[in-house]
């Protein structure tokens, strides 16, 4: 449930800009949401972050959107402050689909709208195939029924790799070093902001990534080298308004594959945000714009 007790406040103190919200899994561990206010006659905006990610990657789409729409913004089990897993087999798409079923549930979610991140994407389409129902809308951010080969392998060689610097400025230009080919035109402002949402700081005092390590092991099990074929999910959102959204440089989401997505649903339109890779972060003007017209879309059909 959400501590509506503890509001996180806008910068000066005006209306609560989130609630702290939690819910309990299937295996007994403590998740954690973002509750966002908005309109109630609108469908909840759900937002599912990528692998290594949590909710705090929704912050400048909630700024924008909160107040208008509700938006739910959830950190996976073993991310942000959602409670570590104890078996690190149980992070895989199936559990994770057991998690927010769960907290669909508890929330009372007669209808949503889905926005994914990357394995939050995939999630968004095993969901459709749960929850056809209930689903208004999505947005599919980088992330399509098919991956390319080439950003698996990217990911898998960094992904549980535990890292830690002294401070956010380190942890700034570490990310710039590593990642400039993915966001080129980024300013340690940008980069700065990026490092808040994938980095905590510990105990300790230093900053470290914000996830438990062990979500590669699954990764490392044998057959699981290559993307499933979600086709079939993809096509359980049907007939609703969907936004495939690509990043230019993307190294997961193929131009080809980004074309065939929006040429295989009616309700389904592509929208490539340029000079960007995996993944778009949601605040560039194109993806601004392409998510104000989804809205707009499914405003039309609720």
Request: hydrophobic fraction near 45%; glycine fraction near 10%; charge should be negative.
């Amino acid at each position: 449930m959400a501590d509506r007790n503890n509001p996180v406040m806008e910068h000066g103190g005006q209306a609560p800009a989130y609630v702290d919200g939690y819910w309990w899994s299937k295996d007994g561990l403590r998740l954690h949401y973002r509750d966002y206010p908005g309109r109630s006659d609108r469908p909840v905006i759900l937002c599912i972050p990528g692998l290594t990610r949590n909710a705090r990657d929704f912050e400048g789409l909630a700024a924008r959107l909160a107040g208008e729409w509700r938006i739910i913004a959830v950190d996976l089990r073993g991310r942000g402050e959602s409670a570590y897993a104890r078996d690190p087999m149980t992070y895989v798409p199936l559990t994770y689909l057991q998690d927010l079923d769960a907290l669909i549930g508890e929330l009372g979610l007669d209808r949503m709208i889905l926005f994914g991140t990357s394995l939050g994407g995939i999630l968004t389409m095993l969901l459709a195939t749960a929850e056809r129902g209930r689903i208004a809308g999505a947005l599919l951010n980088d992330v399509g029924p098919e991956l390319e080969a080439a950003g698996l392998s990217r990911i898998r060689g960094y992904v549980g790799r535990a890292v830690w610097h002294p401070t956010w400025m380190h942890a700034a230009r570490a990310l710039a070093d590593a990642n400039r080919d993915i966001y080129p035109r980024y300013d340690i402002p940008q980069w700065l902001t990026m490092a808040k949402r994938l980095f905590r700081l510990n105990s300790q005092g230093r900053i470290v990534l914000d996830y438990d390590m062990k979500i590669a092991e699954p990764f490392r099990v044998p057959g699981n080298e290559a993307g499933p074929d979600m086709w079939g999910a993809y096509d359980a959102l049907g007939d609703v308004p969907v936004l495939v959204l690509r990043g230019a440089l993307s190294d997961i989401l193929g131009a080809d594959a980004q074309r065939r997505m929006a040429e295989r649903l009616p309700g389904a339109v592509a929208v490539t945000v340029p000079d960007v890779g995996h993944t778009p972060t949601l605040d560039e003007p194109e993806a601004v714009a392409a998510i104000d017209a989804l809205l707009t879309r499914i405003n039309g059909t609720v």
